[in-house]
Nanobody, 120 residues
Framework: QVQLVESGGGLVQAGGSLRLSCAAS????????MGWYRQAPGKQRDLVAT???????QYADSVKGRFTVSRDNAKNTVYLQMNSLKPEDTAVYYC??????????????WGQGTQVTVSS
């Protein structure tokens, strides 16, 4: 059907940067909004940033000015550039996409998650 595969997580010191990528593949007719969520241990999954097919973006207040979401429609890929990372950014980051399949079925899809750890 449809798969989302993330990459780019890792361990970084506070103040450092990481870039996450998420590539969608499979029976895709159209990708609508794409985004990133994160979940820290013992906490709920929260929105980090989203980007529409028209490239309108939305950010959580906690990451505004530090994170940038972008997408390459030709590659069915969404990116999250994370700068000035803080220990509180430590979480598993999940890619999310609203996709219309080739069967014209609309659904939300999730990646497997990638760990981001920021040391102080």
């Amino acid at each position: 059907q449809v798969q989302l595969v993330e990459s780019g997580g890792g361990l970084v010191q506070a103040g450092g940067s990481l870039r996450l990528s998420c590539a969608a593949s499979g029976r895709i007719f159209r990708i609508n909004t794409m985004g990133w969520y994160r979940q820290a241990p013992g906490k709920q999954r929260d929105l980090v940033a989203t980007i529409t097919s028209g490239r309108t973006t939305q950010y959580a207040d906690s990451v505004k000015g530090r994170f940038t979401v972008s997408r390459d429609n030709a590659k069915n890929t969404v990116y999250l550039q994370m700068n000035s990372l803080k220990p509180e950014d430590t979480a598993v980051y999940y890619c999310n996409a609203a996709i219309t399949t080739t069967s014209l079925y609309d659904d939300m899809y999730w990646g497997q998650g990638t760990q981001v750890t920021v040391s102080s």
